[in-house]
């Protein structure tokens, strides 16, 4: 088996970044080189304070310090990397179409079909190319036909090796991985290649977590325990709605059925909406292809599951707005958080946006905090919806830095990402200073009803009356 000890892995982001430092950290022996076509992106990942990396996650700082310069690079000298490295991982992002055939559902995989031609025109020895991204079934098909018609001698083995870390977790997540997925051929180079990435990982994870299969299940596997995890928040989601209207309670509800081991406690948290890069496009991905191949049921079913989240995004402005008199047009609400989740500075399709865009509809006045999102990203997030001029939504909302003074005069407050700094606040001050009556609105279901009952607020809390 070929024993590896140069990898390269083209894009520098949320994935490629912290699985890349991880895997340096973890085989010393190996050299690894991210590299990426943003020399911004790259130049922070450089950056002497590991404090402006360009990710924030907990314990990377700690990792990339510990590997950089030693095993670990990052650089814009793309062909440079691919020439040298045995092992190419492609861990670019693949968006929604937004164009042509497939519009607003497909995979966009010109990002991963240009890495393939990178691949193919610079490569001049034998190379195990790794997909990380996610990517539509078949996708390896398509780059094997890249590569192999690139004119040259050399050989590609093709690997699918999903990526399984979830944001804000993601160097547990990697560390302590509960599987390794690697679909490859079955051919004896298919397996050898399998082998030489299982080793890669055997530097840190058991063996029997590392599973091997074909490369069609490796792809679809990973859009489908997507699909399965999103299904679980949509459908928590669903009965949280059922709870306001009938005094049942969502937690009791979770609880009850999470002790069923055939069932788990996991996933089960209702919110305001699932958010994240990932969720909605692999669905609509998913969707995708089960239409395309003539499987329409399938489709549906697995569409309701965005349709579910968008309602219950929708749900929770038309609570506010309808307990607010059914009118906040000039009035000031501050929204807490706008990550899609706690400990990650990612805004990608966060509830908050959606939530922030309903709420500016109405003419409110927003202030907006969260404790890793700069108001560079919160602007740019609403100016993307096109729903009203960059000018407008600079009026309407403001970006605050201190969470305590912001709610000075506030008719209401919204926790939109479950940080854990906002359980600890002084919510009896916060009262104080609020206009009255005081509303919160929690999403994210972090505050204890009593307590926010007993201090004067009016408290709605997804999924209790
Ligand atoms: P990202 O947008 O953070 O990073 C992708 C990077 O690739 C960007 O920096 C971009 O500049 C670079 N890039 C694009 N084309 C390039 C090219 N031709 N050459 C060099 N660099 C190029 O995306 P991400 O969140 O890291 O996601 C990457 C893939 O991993 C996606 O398919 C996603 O679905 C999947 N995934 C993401 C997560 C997550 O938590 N974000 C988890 C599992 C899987
Ligand atoms: C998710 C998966 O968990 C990862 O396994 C996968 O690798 C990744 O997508 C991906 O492919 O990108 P991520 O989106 O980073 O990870 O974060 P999650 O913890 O899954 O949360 C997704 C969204 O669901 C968040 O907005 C979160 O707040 C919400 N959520 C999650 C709930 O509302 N309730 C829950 O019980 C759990």
Redesign the pocket.
């Given at each position: 088996m070929q024993k590896i000890n140069k990898i390269c892995c083209i894009g520098a982001g949320y994935v490629g970044g912290p699985t890349m430092s991880v895997i340096a950290n973890k085989c010393p022996d190996i050299q690894v080189t991210v590299v990426d076509i943003n020399a911004d992106r790259i130049a922070q990942w450089n950056t002497e304070d590991l404090d402006q990396l360009p990710i924030y996650e907990p314990g990377l700082k700690e990792i990339v310090g510990e590997s950089r310069g030693k095993n670990l690079f990052f650089s814009t000298e793309v062909d440079k990397a691919i020439d040298e490295a045995q092992m190419i991982f492609i861990s670019v992002n693949t968006p929604t179409k937004t164009y042509g055939k497939g519009k607003g559902q497909a995979a966009d995989l010109k990002y991963v079909e240009l890495c393939a031609r990178n691949i193919a025109q610079v490569a001049t020895t034998d190379k195990i190319v790794v997909e990380k991204s996610?990517l539509p079934v078949r996708t390896a098909q398509a780059i094997k036909s890249i590569l192999d018609n690139s004119g040259s001698e050399v050989n590609f083995e093709i690997l699918s090796n999903p990526?399984?870390?979830?944001?804000?977790?993601a160097i547990d997540d990697l560390l302590h991985a509960d599987r390794v997925l690697i679909g490859g051929n079955d051919t004896p180079e298919g397996q050898a290649a399998k082998d030489a990435l299982s080793a890669v990982y055997e530097n840190w994870l058991p063996k029997e977590r590392i599973l091997q299969t074909n490369v069609w299940s490796s792809e679809l596997s990973?859009l489908v325990?997507?699909a399965f995890?999103?299904q679980?928040?949509s459908s928590?989601?669903s009965i949280s709605a059922l709870c306001e209207k009938t005094d049942a309670n969502i937690a009791e509800i979770s609880r009850a059925i999470g002790f069923d081991s055939r069932i788990g406690p996991?996933?089960?948290?209702?919110?305001v909406?699932?958010?994240?890069?990932?969720?909605q496009k692999?669905i609509l991905n998913l969707v995708y292809i089960a239409r395309s191949f003539g499987l329409p049921e399938v489709a549906d079913y697995w569409e309701q599951v965005i349709i579910m989240n968008d309602y219950q995004k929708r749900r929770f402005a038309e609570q506010m707005i309808q307990t607010l008199y059914n009118t906040i047009s000039g009035k000031k609400i501050v929204l807490l958080g706008w990550a899609?989740?706690k400990d990650?500075n990612d805004t990608r399709e966060?509830?908050a946006i959606y939530v922030a865009d309903a709420l500016l509809e109405e003419r409110a006045e927003l202030v907006v905090y969260d404790p890793k999102v700069n108001a560079e990203r919160i602007y740019a997030d609403l100016d993307y919806l096109n729903t009203r001029s960059p000018e407008e939504n600079r009026k309407l909302l403001t970006v605050a830095t201190d969470p305590m003074e912001m709610v000075q005069d506030a008719h209401a407050v919204a926790i939109l990402t479950?940080w854990d700094a906002f359980k600890d606040y002084d919510w009896t001050a916060i009262y104080d200073k609020m206009l009255k009556p005081a509303f919160v609105f929690d999403g994210r279901r972090i505050l204890g009803t009593k307590q926010m009952n007993d201090i004067g607020f009016n408290y709605y809390k997804i999924g209790e009356s």
């Open positions: 996610t990526e399984f870390l979830a944001e804000g977790t990973k325990a997507n995890l999103a679980r928040v928590i989601n996991k996933f089960l948290n209702a919110s909406g699932f958010g994240g890069s990932c969720f692999d899609f989740k990650t966060s509830a479950e």
